[in-house]
Antibody, heavy 124, light 110 residues
Framework: EVQLVESGGGLVQPGGSLKLSCAAS????????MHWVRQASGKGLEWVGR??????????AYAESLKGRFTISRDDSKSTAYLQMNSLKTDDTAVYYC???????????????WGQGTMVTVSS | QSVLTQPPSASGTPGQRVTISCSGS????????LNWYQQLPGAAPKLLIYNNDQRPSGLPDRFSGSMSGTSASLAISGLQSEDEADYYC???????????FGGGTKLTVL
């Protein structure tokens, strides 16, 4: 079964850091780009960023508003993608989803597999 | 305020046909493919339409997508109670260099 499972969410104080993980199974992880999308409670979906495959130089891209604070990485040997979040703000409170594009085409942004999401709460 | 504009709500009765619009610009819908997602309450989003008008395998043909210039539409025919959900459009934006989502449309089946 093709599956994505996020972990690492929790409560963190403003200014703190948190690293989320996304464990993949059931498909060739190394060939796929991985994206992160977040959703604040009662709000819409917001793209966080993506990392491409080794073939595409592990190229990353981020939402402009998050550049410099969030970093996406991956470990193909563990079939896992990561989202490192620094200098967290209360506005970063959201459910964070990892997701995979339908195909291995570098520019594909149609996400057909989603994790269940992990909740991040930034509060003092 | 979202880059892609959707109506906040839509509604219909069982069996009806409803459409949800998504308006963008030349840097997103006008130059890149559009995707639609359905999000049931408490669940992760689900890909509904990709590449403007393509349905993933297994998805009923009651769902269809169309495009015209910098606008797109999602049509749902034969509306069913289980279609009650939030619907989002999304596309790559060449100016922002990222994926942009619409604000979402909450569909109510009356």
């Amino acid at each position: 079964e093709v599956q994505l499972v996020e972990s690492g969410g929790g409560l963190v104080q403003p200014g703190g850091s948190l690293k989320l993980s996304c464990a993949a199974s059931g498909f060739i992880f190394s060939g796929s780009a991985m994206h992160w999308v977040r959703q604040a409670s009662g709000k819409g979906l917001e793209w966080v960023g993506r990392i491409r495959s080794k073939t595409n130089s592990y190229a990353t891209a981020y939402a402009e508003s998050l550049k410099g604070r969030f970093t996406i990485s991956r470990d193909d040997s563990k079939s896992t993608a990561y989202l490192q979040m620094n200098s967290l703000k209360t506005d970063d409170t959201a459910v964070y989803y990892c997701t995979r594009p339908r195909t291995t085409t570098p520019w594909d942004d149609a996400f057909d597999i989603w994790g269940q999401g992990t909740m991040v709460t930034v509060s003092s | 305020q979202s880059v892609l504009t959707q109506p906040p709500s839509a509604s219909g009765t069982p069996g009806q046909r409803v459409t949800i619009s998504c308006s963008g610009s030349s840097s997103n819908i006008g130059s890149n493919t559009l995707n639609w997602y359905q999000q049931l309450p408490g669940a992760a989003p689900k890909l509904l339409i990709y590449n403007n008008d393509q349905r993933p395998s297994g998805l009923p043909d009651r769902f269809s997508g169309s495009m015209s210039g910098t606008s797109a539409s999602l049509a749902i025919s034969g509306l069913q109670s289980e279609d009650e959900a939030d619907y989002y459009c999304a596309a790559w934006d060449d100016s922002l260099k990222g994926v942009v989502f619409g604000g979402g449309t909450k569909l109510t089946v009356l």
